[in-house]
């Protein structure tokens, strides 16, 4: 399951410091950007990507021992595949 801001949506909020270059900054102000907003989806993006290779890793095992089995006995129910 991917993690996105709405995954937070209504929960309390903490107030941060986060340091940005000041000409990003400036540029997002100029555009109207929600800094709050985009840094809060940002984070919620890398957290979604570093959950997804924790999992993957803590999994490796079993993607090996899977593709072993298939390299050695093929794709079980291979047969009533129709392509």
Request: hydrophobic letters at 40%; aromatic letters at 8%.
């Given at each position: ?21 000041e ?61």
């Amino acid at each position: 399951m991917a993690t996105t801001t709405s995954n937070y949506a209504g929960s309390p909020k903490k107030s941060t410091n986060v340091s940005l270059a000041e000409p990003l900054l400036a540029e997002a102000k100029e555009l109207r950007i929600n800094v709050s907003q985009a840094a809060e989806a940002g984070v919620a993006k890398a957290v979604a990507e570093k959950r997804a290779e924790i999992w993957q890793a803590e999994n490796q095992k079993a993607f090996e021992c899977w593709n072993d089995y298939v390299e050695k006995n093929g794709l079980p129910l291979a047969k009533y595949r129709g392509f």
